[in-house]
């Protein structure tokens, strides 16, 4: 060990593996890439799903059915026992439950369910409602607003 090798943890920094400085360093002439080729170039990268000659596995596998995940309309979704929160007579529209964290983005579409009991008189206003919802909130003497 020399004196300028003696650290406070000997062995905390490594040296860097210096590539291409002549033959003699070990890592001379190709740089550990091999001969020359695809992967010797810089930025060298291949598709993750190239399988060189052979026919790609996607191509091999029959495609069936009908995906409408990037057009179906998405709804948060609200039960009728977090309604629970407002005051009683209340007007409870997209903003209250934004404000109120039931819902995340505020132009979001809102179905509310009807899980829970609710007690309190509330017109809600939202974009769905179940048929049990809009039992549970005419029952307690509030009014279901469907936005268009």
Do not use: W
């Not at 002549?22 to 010797?40: C, D, F, I």
């Amino acid at each position: 060990m020399l004196n300028h090798e003696i650290t406070s943890v000997v062995g905390k920094h490594k040296a860097r593996k210096r590539l291409g400085r002549g033959r003699a360093s070990g890592q001379g002439k190709t740089s550990g890439k091999g001969h020359n080729g695809q992967r010797s170039r810089a930025g060298a990268t291949r598709m993750s799903f190239s399988e060189g000659g052979q026919m790609p596995l996607f191509r091999r596998l029959p495609k069936r059915g009908f995906n409408n995940y990037q057009f179906e309309t998405r709804y948060e979704i609200i039960n009728i026992s977090q309604l629970e929160c407002f005051s009683d007579g209340m007007e409870v529209g997209l903003e209250q439950l934004l404000a109120a964290g039931l819902v995340n983005k505020p132009r979001s579409k809102v179905k509310v369910l009807g899980d829970g009991e609710l007690t309190k008189k509330l017109n809600v206003t939202a974009h769905k409602f179940s048929k049990s919802a809009q039992e549970k909130i005419a029952g307690c003497g509030g009014a279901v607003n469907i936005v268009g």
